[in-house]
């Protein structure tokens, strides 16, 4: 989660939130999917050092999110 969420700024977690969510094109990706709930994802894990930099977020399908746990692909992942 981003500082702003842990901070109780949910107003500002939300439009970084959004402005991943648009800059993705509202799809995974990973698979490609573009229905259903979609989660915003630290592509290098925070545990492992990853930053809430937009650099390092990228929209994931919650299938995806959930099977990428808190390892970050080397490759996409495939189904």
């Known amino acids: 989660m981003s500082k702003a969420w842990k901070s109780s700024d949910r107003k500002g977690w939300r439009r970084i939130r959004e402005r991943i969510l648009a800059r993705d ?19 290098v894990p925070k545990r492992l050092g990853g930053s809430d930099l937009e650099e390092n977020l990228q929209v994931l399908c919650k299938s995806c999110n959930l099977r990428k746990g808190g390892s970050f692909f080397e490759h996409p992942l495939t189904q």
């Open 25 to 43: 094109g509202y799809c995974c990706q990973s698979c490609g999917e573009s229905e259903g709930p979609m989660h915003i994802d630290h592509i």
